[in-house]
């Protein structure tokens, strides 16, 4: 299996407060990635800095290597519009945008540059099929998005990232404003999109990420304590912290 993004020596700062120390990790193709650890402890700093939403931040310093497809995408030359139409993120709390559920899908196309009509209904059709959402919406695509539910809502998002055709899907905390029907359609759907995509997902459900994952990454104070298969990490971990937090004695 193949490195889709590499990191290296990760350190990142809020103007002095360090907030992730030494941070080591591969994040593989076709496979989903879980990242756990309490509140606070650098999980969703870490997911912004594949896509270098930190850079939102004042203030924000960031050292050592993020490689994505062996380029380094905090390199001079990079474009971070480019760069984050290849690396995706789908938010906590479901975001569509207050306009039609066609024009949701159509509109990252449409920024980049996509005018076809035809080509723009073939792209919004395949996105939501993808999204596992066509069936419930195709007789109401000139609709409201805020008319969905939440569980559509956040399907609606991740079908609006996969009209630009990113190469990497995060996730951060994608169903924790969810219902558990909701939960497991996003859960089953993490499923078919990992034969196409690299996906990293933040979750504080113990559960969802021994459920979903293949790698875990155990999050503590900023730094990895333990990385790994899930199915190893969760049942016989090599740190003691590891065993502490996934069995509930602490977080």
Known sequence: MENKITIRNLNLYYGDLQALRDVNLDIQERQITALIGPSGCGKSTFLRVLNRMNDLIEGVRVEGRVLLDGEDIYGPDVDVVQLRKRVGMVFQRPNPFPMSVYDNVAYGPRIHGQKNKRRLDEIVEASLRAAALWDE????LFHSALGL?????????????????????????PTSALDPISTLRIEELLQELKNNYAIV???????????????TA??????????????????????????????????
């Open 218 to 251: 155990f999050f503590l104070n900023g730094e990895i304590v333990e990385a790994g298969e899930t199915h190893k990490l969760f049942t016989k971990p090599r740190d003691q912290r590891t065993e502490d937090y996934i069995t509930g004695r602490f977080g």
């Open 201 to 215: 997902i933040v979750t504080h459900n113990m559960q969802q990420a021994a459920r979903v994952s293949d790698v």
């Open 149 to 173: 539910s939440g569980g559509q809502q956040q399907r609606l998002c991740i079908a609006r990232l996969l009209a630009v055709e990113p190469d990497v899907v995060l996730m951060d905390e």
């Open 137 to 140: 919406v195709a007789d109401r």
